[in-house]
């Protein structure tokens, strides 16, 4: 059974950080593109940031400089340290897990946490 597990969410004020973490299991997580994204109320899930197995990558626009995803295979675990953080990051975030095998393509999703900046 595949778990996504994410934590690190949280209340915190303009200009402050979060660490958030998305935990893996039941996937062989290195093969795994690993992602970013989050949704804000009224407004669709959008990227925020993403990594693949050969460590490729990519940022949304509005958190390039702030944000950094980094990932450590042996712990089965990706990260998302966000910085400078601005209200307007406030929104679910969630963890996304896929790799594309033989024409298929697998999906997994981790429940969400919530990040509100806020004073």
């Known amino acids: 059974q595949v778990q996504l597990v994410e934590s690190g969410g949280g209340l915190v004020q303009p200009g402050g950080s979060l660490r958030l973490s998305c935990a893996a299991s039941g996937i062989r997580f290195s093969v795994y593109a690993m992602g970013w994204y989050r949704q804000a109320p009224g407004k669709q899930r959008e990227l925020v940031a993403s990594?693949?197995?050969?460590?490729?990558?990519n940022y949304a626009d509005p958190v390039k400089g702030r944000f950094a995803i980094s990932r450590d295979n042996a712990k089965n675990t990706v990260y998302l340290q966000m910085n400078s953080l601005k209200p307007e990051d406030t929104a679910v975030y969630y963890c996304k897990a896929s790799r594309q095998l033989s024409n298929v393509e697998y999906v997994y999703w981790g429940q969400g946490t919530q990040v509100t900046v806020s004073s």
């Open positions: 990594i693949i197995s050969g460590n490729s990558i």
